[in-house]
């Protein structure tokens, strides 16, 4: 189960890096996104990592009051002081995930988030991005996902969607399979205009390209 919200507010899962050498603008927009979360009191479902964008995210919402929900496959659990969710509000919990790779804790991030927004990060952000984005194409799942494109970090993502489009390597048009936003706050907008009543809308744009 996730901890209890204010009405009308969202699970909003957040894929970020767990990397300490992430760079300070990186870290300077999940920690915006958490401050927004927290102000707006959505829950922030995330892998529950206290250093990289995990962290900076945690760390602002906790700051803010807010609640988090980590989510954290039992290999990473070696003392749970180190996460920032439990310096976080009250309510906040952390879900230990087993199995021998990463696919039970990607179904539960999904399983208990209203939407999803992805930050910079590296090959485990990708895994769990791309999988949803491959959910969605084959109309396995109507969960809406941006991804922030941050000093334009994801410019070569990007640039290969557009070309499998072009190539007719996908049928769907990037826009509608992942939408890019340059900022947090436009992200969050767009994800809170979907959980609102447009997700179905757009998937069914999805499926139907």
Known sequence: SCPRRAPGAMRVCVFASSSPQTPAPYLEAAARLGTLLAEHGHVCVNGGGGS??????NAAVAAGGGVVQGVIH????????DFAVDQAGAGSRMVV????????????????????????GGPGTWDELFELVALRQLGMSALPVCLV????????FV??????????????????????FPSVDEALAWAAAQVGGEAAADAELVRAA
């Open 97 to 120: 995930v087993g199995g021998t790779d990463l696919a039970d804790r990607k179904r539960k991030l999904r399983d208990v988030s209203d939407c999803i927004i992805a930050l910079p």
């Open 52 to 57: 990289g964008g995990m962290g900076a995210l």
């Open 74 to 81: 039992a290999r990473w659990v070696v003392d749970e002081a």
């Open 149 to 156: 494109n941050c000093s334009g970090y994801y410019d070569g």
């Open 159 to 180: 640039a290969q969607m557009r070309r499998a489009q072009e190539d007719a390597i996908s049928k769907v048009r990037p826009d509608l399979l992942l939408p890019v």
